[in-house]
């Protein structure tokens, strides 16, 4: 996707601060973080939305779980709690559509979000 930002954090042509890195999916620090630690975590292949997910996708959106389970390790965050939340489409609040992944912790979360 040409004109997709996180496409272009994926390829190295915007900077962004990596946390995780292999051959399906990056990790990367979010730059307005909403608490302590905040990142996405994002396939690298483009799907649009939670809306555009396809059976042939099953494994990475489940491999994503898996990476995100060491990332909370890595970030500290993992005893403690947090929180993952992929937002979709307008009202719900969704800003690029590429879809991700909000890991947010290092502070006690409100539910429900706003
Ligand atoms: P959403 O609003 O759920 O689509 O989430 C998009 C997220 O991407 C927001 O939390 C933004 O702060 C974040 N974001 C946008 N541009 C960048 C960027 N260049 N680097 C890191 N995070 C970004
Ligand atoms: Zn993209």
Redesign the pocket.
């Known amino acids: 996707m040409e004109d997709c930002?996180?496409c272009k954090?994926i390829k190295g042509e915007?900077?962004?601060?990596k946390v995780y890195e292999d051959d399906k999916v990056l990790c990367?620090?979010?730059?307005?973080?909403?608490a302590p630690v905040?990142v996405?975590i994002i396939p690298k292949k483009h799907i649009d939305s939670i809306n555009d997910i396809t059976e042939e996708d099953t494994k990475l959106i489940a491999y994503i779980y898996l990476i995100a389970k060491q990332i909370a390790v890595k970030l500290g965050i993992a005893n403690k709690g947090y929180r993952i939340?992929?937002?979709c489409g307008k009202e719900?609040?969704?800003?690029?559509?590429h879809v991700?992944f909000?890991m947010l912790g290092g502070r006690t979360l409100k539910w429900p979000p706003g």
């Open positions: 930002i996180f954090i915007i900077p962004s601060e990367f620090k979010d730059i307005e973080p909403g905040h996405l939340v992929t937002n719900g609040g969704q800003t690029v559509s991700h909000h």
